[in-house]
Structure formats: C-alpha cells, structure tokens
C-alpha cells in the first residue's frame, strides 16, 4: 500500500508519500481509508512537539473514514460497512488497523470527508462546551479563532446546541464562511474589538469563551466575560501561553477552565462513545461541517504546510479517491510548487 510516512522530526517537509508496509489486522479491524482528517497534533507531532512523541519513521494521521475491508470474530463492525475511527497514528494511508474501541458507525448524513472532518475537532469542543463550561440554550458564546479547525467546530456545535455566537477572528474575508457555519455576529481581533462585544452584548458580556488561541487576546477574552461566565482553554495556536490574574476571577466570579479531551479520555474511556453519540444526534437534527478542503492522499505534505501557514479555513482532509500523476508526485518531498488549482480546492467535490 501507499502512505504518507514521516522521515525525521521536520514538519511537512519530512512527509514522503511511498510505499508502506500491510498494516496487521490481527485481532483487530482492517479499514480502507477513504479520508483522513487533518488536525493541528498532526503537525505538532511531526515536529515533535506534541505530548505523544513517537520516533521516526512512522506513518501519522489521527482521524479516518473508510470502509471495513475485515473484522475478526465478535468484533461490532462487517465487511462493506462505513466507519470512521480515531487513533494516534497511521490514518495518513491507503490502509489502517484499529482495535473495536477506536471505530463508531459513520453517520448516513455524511460523506467520507465529512465524516473525518467531524471527529477530534468537534469531539474537543462538544466536551468544552457541554462538560467544562456547561453550556445552556439561550447562552452567548464567543469563539476565538473561529477560522481553523477548532473554532469552526466550536462555531457549529455551539450554534447547535442553541447558543448564541460571536466570532472573533483575526483572518481577513472569512466573514460569510463564519455566518455559513452559523455565527451571529462576526467581530474583527483589532483593536476595540472588546469593546464591540461589550456593544453587542448591551454591556452584558458572553457566558463563555472558547479560546484554542491564547497569546495577547486572552486579558481582553477574561474582560467580556459576564458575572459567572466561563473561559475554557482548549490550547495556544498563538503561540504564547497567558496568565490569568486570578484577582479578576474573584472579583467578577468568573471560571478559566482547561478542556483537555485526549488527556479526559485516559481516565473517563466511555466518554468517547458517549460523545460520539451525542454529535451523530446533532448530525441527524442537522449539524454539518463546512466543506473540508479536500488534498488528495499523496500532497498531504501540502495539505499540512498549509495548515501551518494558516491558508485553511476550517478543516483539511486528505482523500484517497483523487489521482494524482507520476509527474506531479513522487517518494520524494512534495513542495508547494506541484500544487495547481486543478488539484487543491475548498469545493465540496
């Protein structure tokens, strides 16, 4: 089989699309991969800076969608059906092995790559929202970096669970991708955007922040917060880790809460299904993703080097059904230049 395997510890440039071993289905269930979602551990992992470290080579890719190809007895899942799966590594391939545990029926509303473009990201934020900040229809939310992948998760299933939201985003023209996914109101991160929320909110504030950002719009995120509100920290894609002055916390009885999912899932295990359920039935009420940017199989190294750059809005998958030729890619690194537009697009198709 074909896969994307990481060489050395260098980010996407690392990532060589070759030839991969048979992954051993012993005990376990033998998927075709059909999609692979794309998430920012993904990259963190390639450089070697996530909590999980493994040593190259190996192959990465956390998130599938595909089709059962074998089960072994008693095992929940049949040959023909459509799954999708969660697991540390090895999605970035034609092939995949995954215990019973990793894989849940994908939903009937969804195709392949919106069925893997709706996995840890969404997952991340439903447990954010509901568990750690304890939404409630009728709350107003106020999502930062509402463009990448876990803010546009938490824009949508925010919305669907009845709130209110607000975006505030740094990138220019992402307005009606924002609205698209069911955001209120969409604020500028300039200067006085604070104060913009304070208006939108008849000086009221928001009941909760979801920041994956941190960096310097965390002292102004704890400032919208209305008396009793929640800031919960799902990660520092801006690359400074803040502090929080607890006299503020006291003073206006206000909650910085961490929403760890995966480090959550050490310790509560059952959690997983019970989440996974919870979304399908917000799926089946009508929660959909935005169309993922869609990068064929063999330029995932593009598709990852975009992530980092931050060209994506929204989520990225790599799908194993779009062809590329021989003279476009070969085991050796793909770069930025074999990208044309015939081959990358945001289009849903």
């Known amino acids: 089989m074909r896969a994307l395997i990481l060489t050395e510890l260098a980010g996407p440039r690392a990532l060589r699309f070759t030839d991969a071993d048979e992954p051993d289905p012993a005990g376990r269930v033998l998927v075709e991969v059909r999609a692979a979602g794309l998430i920012y551990p993904d990259l963190l992992m390639s450089y070697g800076r996530y909590q999980l470290k493994i040593p190259p080579p190996f192959v990465p890719g956390s998130e599938i969608a595909g089709v059962v190809l074998s089960a072994p007895e008693g ?40 069925a893997a473009s709706m996995l840890v990201n969404h997952q991340t934020v439903h447990f954010a929202l509901v568990r750690r900040a304890g939404l409630r229809r009728g709350d107003t939310v106020l999502v930062l970096g509402p463009a990448g992948g876990v803010g546009s998760a938490a824009v949508a299933v925010a919305k669907a669970l009845g709130a209110r939201v607000i975006a505030v985003v740094h990138r220019a023209g992402a307005e009606d991708f924002l609205r698209g996914l069911g955001a209120d109101e969409v604020v500028a991160l300039a200067d006085g955007w604070a104060a913009q929320v304070r208006e939108l909110t008849a000086g009221a504030g928001v009941d909760i922040v979801v920041d994956p950002v941190g960096g310097d719009a965390f002292d102004d995120a704890v400032r919208v917060l209305a008396p009793e509100g929640r800031l919960v920290v799902l990660g520092f894609a801006g690359g400074a880790i803040p502090q929080a002055k607890v006299n503020r916390l006291l003073m206006r009885n206000i909650s910085v809460v961490g929403a760890g999912w995966g480090e959550f899932l050490r310790t509560h295990p059952t959690a997983l299904a019970e989440t996974v359920a919870a979304l399908d039935g917000l799926v089946d009420r009508g929660l959909r993703p935005p169309a993922p940017a869609r990068y064929p199989l063999a330029l995932g190294a593009v598709a990852m080097a975009d992530l980092e750059s931050g060209q994506i809005l929204g989520k990225a998958v790599l799908v194993t059904d779009e062809l590329v030729t021989d003279e476009l890619v070969t085991d050796e690194l793909v770069t930025d230049e074999l990208v044309t537009d015939e081959l990358v697009t945001d289009d849903d198709g």
């Open 75 to 114: 095992s929940r899942f049949a040959p023909g059906q459509d799954v999708v799966g969660v697991s540390g590594t090895g999605g970035f391939a034609e092939r995949v092995a995954l215990e019973d545990s990793q894989l849940f029926p994908m939903s009937k509303h969804l195709d392949h790559a919106e």
